[in-house]
């Protein structure tokens, strides 16, 4: 529960890539109390301004598919704009019904209307069991459902609609196939973004996103920021380059780090990071959705970042010096 401005306690608001029964309100479920304020948006960008805005507390949006790749919509609507952070992730296993108006046959279907990145997990699938259709694409897939079903004819301008399973039994319309997908195993990851603010306790499975811009024209810049990393033995499970947006050729990397900022070997990396990059964004530390403990190189503990750190200034007390900072 969080406080308004007359202390008392309200439910927390949510905002998610809508409308109701999308994947991303699966995923909204996995962190919302029951009491929560759920509010539908037509697109990412519109769920994170509502953060900014302080109208919610939270946005739950993609930001990963495992077939797919990553969404560049929520990547670069994190990035410009006022900051935001990411509080935790939430893994949703992705699993497409195929639903159509009643009388509506296999046979029949020439459009199929849904997300691209729905379509994209399910197109070879399509091509051998329907043949060439035509994708229309909507703005997500329970949105094209919720058109299907409030149609008459051919208004909709498609005659199917890739949905969840669920958003199709809501609709009453029918499912030719539950099972629509060229991956079975398909997963797609969610966060949850708000205002900057206390990160989640550490738990040794976790993870801090980055942006980092990289100086122009310098010869081995992208080496020296991977450098960062290695020798400080922290692991990247996601590293992919976005326009920074002000000219053409100019770039900076969007990067999932495995660790807390809790951790002294990840203080570490941002501190060589701030020092050789000209901008480094910090987007949150959160536990790591699948929970895997993150197995430490020898050497980079915080008891040895600690005990290295007693001993440099152990020579430096030895030669009149008194350290006015830690070091790292």
């Known amino acids: 529960m969080s406080t308004n ?35 539908p948006c037509i697109d990412v960008p519109s769920a994170l301004r509502k953060v900014r805005a302080d109208e919610v507390d939270y946005a739950v949006v993609p930001i990963e598919n495992s077939v797919e790749g990553s969404i ?50 399910c197109r070879n699938w399509i091509a051998e069991n329907i043949g060439e259709v035509v994708h229309v694409p909507a703005t997500s897939t329970a949105a094209a459902a919720e058109i299907l079903a409030s149609s008459t004819d ?49 738990t040794g499975a976790d993870k801090t996103t980055l942006t980092v811009q990289l100086p122009d024209n310098e010869a081995g810049a992208l080496l020296s920021m991977l450098e960062q990393f290695s020798v400080r033995g922290v692991n990247l499970s996601r590293i992919e380059s976005r326009p920074v947006g002000d000219s053409l050729g100019r770039y900076a990397f969007s990067i999932d780090a495995e660790g ?23 987007h949150g530390s959160y536990p790591s959705a699948n929970g895997h403990q993150i197995r ?11 005990a290295a750190r007693r001993w440099v200034n152990n020579l430096l007390y030895s030669n009149g010096y008194t350290p006015d900072e830690d070091i790292l």
């Open 5 to 39: 401005d007359n202390n008392q306690e309200r439910a927390l608001r949510f905002s998610f890539l809508g409308p109701f029964g999308t994947f991303c309100n699966m995923a909204v479920d996995q962190v919302a109390e029951a009491d929560a304020e759920l509010v």
């Open 72 to 121: 560049n919509a929520t990547l670069d609507t994190l990035t410009h704009g006022s900051p935001l952070e990411i509080k935790a992730e939430m893994l949703v296993p992705i699993r497409f019904a195929l639903a159509v108006r009643s009388g509506v046959e296999l046979s029949d279907i020439k459009r199929i209307g849904t997300h691209p990145h729905a379509w994209a997990q």
């Open 154 to 202: 051919d208004g909709a301008g498609f005659e199917a609609a890739l949905c969840p399973v669920a958003t199709a039994q809501s609709l009453g319309l029918e499912i030719l196939s539950d099972e629509v997908a060229d991956n079975p195993t398909a997963v797609t990851r969610f966060i949850m973004v708000g205002k900057p603010g206390m990160q989640p306790d550490p």
């Open 260 to 282: 807390h900022i809790f951790d002294k070997r990840m203080q570490a990396v941002l501190i060589g990071l701030h020092r050789s990059c000209p901008r480094v964004t910090f």
């Open 296 to 306: 430490l190189r020898p050497g980079t503990s915080n008891s040895d970042f600690r």
